[in-house]
């Protein structure tokens, strides 16, 4: 048999292979890439065919074996999702998702707006303090008790609060 002869029976033969796929699968999308990847193997393992008078029998076996081998990897790539899925439910989340990135600009420009509103020596300290300085290592710099430096970030907290509360969770 040669290409040309195995081509046009593999063409007759798809309507059988169609409804074969069908018992596999019902969605008509994966029959038809189960098809069309058994027709793609079968040109690939030609050699193989020759001599072998059961066309559709050959097929048969390609397409189960293309349906294992798909439905394996499935398997594994769920596994791999839930997985994955497990993790983000520990973290507290419960669907992988990605941070909106847009309303944090508008955060950080409302911060920076409100910080902004502030005397420049509280801006300042406070600034250091989130940082991550201590009260000490504050109170040597700005030259001032450390019950000061408290004081003023508590009231930079404070005025912080009420400029943001339109972020402030309603429970």
Known sequence: ??????????????S??????????KDP???EELVQETLVRSIKYLDKF????KLVAWLYVIMKNVYINHYR??????????????GYRELGCSEPSTPNMVEG????????????????DYYE??????DGYKYRE???????????????IHYTRKFLQKQLSVYKKSN
């Open 1 to 14: 048999m040669e290409s040309k002869e195995l081509n046009i029976e593999l063409l007759k033969n798809q």
């Open 16 to 25: 059988i292979l169609k409804n074969i796929a069908f018992k596999f699968t």
């Open 29 to 31: 999308e994966e029959i």
């Open 50 to 53: 020759f001599n072998n008078p």
């Open 73 to 86: 990897r499935n398997q594994k790539q769920t596994i791999y999702e839930n997985f994955q899925s497990a």
């Open 105 to 120: 600009k508008f955060v950080m420009n409302d911060i920076q707006a409100a910080l902004k509103k502030l005397p420049a």
């Open 125 to 130: 300290l406070f600034v250091r303090y989130m």
């Open 138 to 152: 504050l109170s040597e710099h700005f030259g001032m008790p450390e019950g000061t430096i408290k004081t003023r």
